[in-house]
């Protein structure tokens, strides 16, 4: 079930948008309805100030009135979810991930539950789709990046067949410094992906398999707090391979050389850096858009707020908000107003998150899902990704552990 994505360079496609046609969504259509009586409660954690003041402007001038918490208020997927499912009062959720996602269509959260609904461009998202529940927005991916040059590896090109080969590759790499954040579960992901065994009483992980996180972690470098997720280090030559999400990868490289002696160069065209070749792929993050039960939203409410999410995941709206905030859409027709240019390299690894995982049946993302809060306690417990190399936890005796014990929260 191994799936390539489409995707082209946000960065140098810029330009060329000057000449697409793409419509002005504050130009009203004229058969459109007017929903603004009912205020929309919209939870999410894609709410920088930027993007939730952009969307209450938009969503007004297509006659939806708004109500959503920037991340001064509320930040992070846990904490948006933890909000909505306190609160009680939402209307709308998009963001979070496919793991987070996995859960709420679960019914994992007792106050959180999805309504049945199907918009217009449904099988325009294609697989990321919980069909008649949920359906994909944005895309992006956690990359594997080494330098080429002499602070790398000097013109070698690095296959690995997983991404744990890190590992065993002869070289330095970047390692985050803590447990948690999105970014980070997700390289966890891709570490522990070659090592899943639903049978396994370690979080359905093998014993090797955390050995191998162990090293990464042990072997690796952490740096300091100014590690942006291991472009900084990479792009000082600190370390040889490091970890970076893809909607922020070629920006980071037109300003590189502000922050280094010895940059990394190259977009498009890389001049001192390259993807590691992984056969597994990534763990690409697909953001989702669904409806949530409200007790008590009458029948023209439940109007406005079905309304209201078939404008923002329409191709011309998430094509705006991907020229806004760089994102590359689910949506296949907001890709072709976007992106007509063909795909860059970062955006056609394997997408491991919705491989099919042997002996389990279920995707790697809904797998990850149903073990991520034992794996995060596993982490926890046995003092994975410390922040100082001096005082670094030492390794557990793997022989002797109580995994049953292990697996629960300490707290």
Not at 271 to 276: D, I, P, R, Y
Request: aromatic content about 12%.
């Amino acid at each position: 079930m191994k799936r390539l994505l489409a995707l082209t360079l946000t960065v140098i496609m810029t330009v060329l948008l000057g000449s697409c046609s793409m419509p002005l969504l504050s130009e009203k259509k004229s058969d459109s309805k007017d929903y603004s009586a009912y205020t929309i409660r919209v939870y999410s954690n894609s709410n920088s100030a930027e993007r939730a003041q952009w969307l209450v402007q938009q969503a007004s001038e297509a006659g939806f009135t708004v109500s959503i918490d920037n991340g001064d208020i509320v930040s992070g997927d846990a904490a948006v979810l933890e909000a909505a499912n306190e609160n009680k009062d939402g209307d709308i959720l998009f963001g979070l991930n496919e793991t987070r996602w996995e859960q709420v269509v679960a019914g994992n959260y007792n106050n959180l539950s999805l309504m049945d609904w199907r918009p217009t461009w449904a099988f325009d998202v294609g697989e990321y789709s919980y069909f008649h529940k949920a359906y994909g927005l944005v895309i992006q991916n956690v990359l594997p990046l080494y330098r080429t040059d002499e602070l790398g590896t000097n013109g070698k090109k690095l296959h690995f067949k997983h991404w744990a080969d890190v590992v065993d590759s002869g070289y330095t790499w970047y390692r985050p410094n803590k447990v948690g954040g999105t970014t980070n579960s997700n390289i966890v992901a891709s570490i522990l992906y070659a090592f899943i065994d639903p049978d396994s009483p370690a979080g359905g992980v093998t014993k090797e398999g955390w050995k191998a996180l162990w090293r990464y972690c042990a072997e690796g470098k952490s740096g300091a707090d100014d590690y942006k997720y291991g472009f900084v280090p990479l792009n000082k030559g600190d370390v040889q391979i490091s970890a970076f999400y893809s909607s922020a990868l070629y920006g980071e490289i037109e300003a590189a050389a502000e922050n280094s002696s010895n940059p990394l160069r190259g977009t498009l065209k890389p001049e001192n850096w390259a993807l590691v070749d992984i056969e597994d792929g990534t763990y690409y993050i697909a953001e989702y858009i669904g409806i949530l039960e409200k007790e008590g939203r009458t029948t023209e409410e439940n109007e406005a707020v079905n309304a209201f999410a078939e404008w923002f995941g329409s191709a011309e709206t998430q094509a705006a908000w991907g020229k806004e905030f760089d994102t590359y859409p689910c949506n296949s027709d907001a890709v072709s107003i976007l992106y007509p240019g063909g795909a860059p390299e970062i955006y056609t690894l394997p997408n491991l998150a919705l491989d099919e995982v042997d002996g389990a049946g279920v995707t790697y993302a809904a797998y990850v899902a149903s073990h991520i809060d034992e794996w995060t306690n596993i982490m926890t417990n046995l003092g994975f990704f410390w922040k100082d190399d001096a005082n670094a936890a030492p390794e557990p005796d793997w022989d002797n552990l109580d995994w049953s014990n292990l697996t629960i929260s300490a707290q």
